[in-house]
C-alpha cells in the first residue's frame, strides 16, 4: 500500500540481468562503453531523431539542470510554472549550474496558458542591462499536479516560445506515463512540438537511477559533456547507467511499466469514484492522484499502513474536515495491494 511516491517501488528484472550482465569483465568508462552506443541508437530509433545527442546522468535534478545550463546563459531567466519542479525542489540547482540564471514563474496553475506565458515573457527582457534578459521556457508532463499537456497545448507554448526565440526545455521525470496516457509517439511530444530538449525519466518508472538528456539541435549540446564532468555527474563506470538505459528501452520495456503504473492508478481511482465524499483535484490519467476526503479516514488508512503524503494539512483536527492527499502509482503494485487500500480508506 505504498503511495508514497514512485521513486520507491523496486527495480524489474530486466534491468536487475542487464546490470548483471554488464558486470562481466571489463569495459571503458565515461560513457565509451558498447552499451552505450545501443542506448544512443534505440534512443534516435525511438525519437526519430537521427542526429539526436543523447547523455546520461544519475538523476532527475541533474539531467534538468544541465540540460537547461546548456541552453541558458547566466544572465538570462528560465520560464516555468509555479509548481515546477525546477522551482519547488530542485535546492536552486538550476540557478547554480547555470551561474546564476533566475527563475521566472509564470502566473497560474500547473499548465502553463498560452496567454500567461505571452505576457510573462513580455513583461521580462525590457530593461537591457539593468534587468535578466528572456532565456528558455521550461515544461513538465506529467505536470507535478498530476495532469497533462497534450501534444498541441506543447506544440502551441513552443510556438510562443520560438516566436521571441526562446528555445524549450521538457521536464520528462515521468515521460513514459505522458506519452502512455496520451497515445502518442516520444517525437510527436518532444522535438516534431517544438521541444528542444528533454529529460526521459527512468527512476520514477523503475530504474535505479539513470535519466537521459536528449538535445534534438546538435549545437544546443555543445557545452553539455564540459558542464557534466565539471559539475561532477561523469561517471568512471558508466556501463552501469548505459546497462539499465538499455534494458529499459529494450521490447519497450519503459512503455510496458508506464502502462502498468497508469492502469494501476485508474484502478485506484475506479475504487475512490464510489464515494460521493471523495473530491478529486485533478483528473487520474496518468500515475498521479490528488484527491480529497475526510481527515478520520486519511487516520485510518494512514494508521492501518497506508503510505502516502498528505498535501497541505496535519491529521491533528475535526473528523470530518477534508484533506488533501497526493497519490503516485508505480509499475509493481499488485490488485491486491490496491484494493487493500481503497478498502482501508473508504468506510
Aim: aromatic share 8%; with cysteine; charged share 20%.
Amino acid at each position: 500500500m505504498f503511495f508514497a511516491s514512485d521513486n520507491s517501488g523496486p527495480v524489474p528484472a530486466q534491468v536487475l540481468a542487464a546490470l548483471a550482465e554488464a558486470n562481466q569483465g571489463y569495459a571503458m568508462g565515461y560513457g565509451a562503453d558498447a552499451l552505450m552506443d545501443e542506448v544512443r541508437q534505440r534512443i534516435r530509433d525511438l525519437f526519430e531523431a537521427p542526429e539526436a545527442v543523447v547523455h546520461l546522468v544519475t538523476s532527475g535534478t541533474a539531467a534538468n539542470v544541465l540540460a537547461l545550463s546548456s541552453i541558458c546563459q547566466p544572465f538570462q531567466t528560465i520560464f516555468c510554472s509555479s509548481v515546477a519542479h525546477i522551482h519547488e525542489d530542485e535546492c536552486n540547482a538550476p540557478e547554480f549550474y547555470t551561474g546564476g540564471a533566475k527563475l521566472t514563474l509564470v502566473p497560474g496553475d500547473d499548465i502553463i496558458t498560452p496567454e500567461a506565458l505571452i505576457a510573462t515573457i513580455e513583461g521580462e527582457g525590457n530593461r537591457g542591462v539593468h534587468g535578466p534578459a528572456r532565456g528558455p521556457v521550461s515544461l513538465t508532463n506529467v505536470t507535478e499536479m498530476g495532469n497533462l499537456y497534450s501534444v498541441g497545448q506543447i506544440a502551441a507554448l513552443a510556438k510562443i516560445a520560438k516566436g521571441y526565440g526562446l528555445p524549450v526545455h521538457l521536464d520528462g521525470a515521468r515521460f513514459a506515463n505522458a506519452v502512455v496516457a496520451l497515445g502518442c509517439t516520444p517525437a510527436e511530444m518532444t522535438w516534431k512540438a517544438g521541444v528542444d530538449v528533454v529529460s526521459f525519466g527512468g527512476t520514477k518508472n523503475g530504474l535505479m537511477g539513470v535519466e537521459a538528456v536528449i538535445f534534438f539541435n546538435p549545437d544546443h549540446a555543445a557545452s553539455f559533456e564540459h558542464r557534466r564532468k565539471r559539475g561532477g555527474h561523469l561517471l568512471s563506470k558508466h556501463r552501469y547507467l548505459s546497462a539499465q538505459m538499455a534494458a529499459y528501452l529494450r521490447d519497450d520495456l519503459w512503455r510496458d511499466l508506464a502502462a502498468r503504473a497508469n492502469a494501476n492508478m485508474a484502478r485506484v481511482a475506479g475504487a475512490l469514484r464510489t464515494n460521493n465524499q471523495v473530491r478529486f483535484l485533478n483528473e487520474p490519467r496518468a500515475n498521479m492522484l490528488f484527491v480529497e476526503w475526510p481527515r478520520a479516514w486519511h487516520q485510518r488508512a494512514l494508521g492501518g499502513g497506508a503510505m502516502y503524503h498528505l498535501w497541505g494539512g496535519t491529521l491533528e483536527g475535526e473528523a470530518d474536515a477534508p484533506l488533501t492527499c497526493r497519490l503516485v502509482a508505480d509499475w509493481s503494485m499488485t490488485d491486491q495491494a490496491i484494493d487493500q487500500f481503497t478498502q482501508l480508506v473508504l468506510p
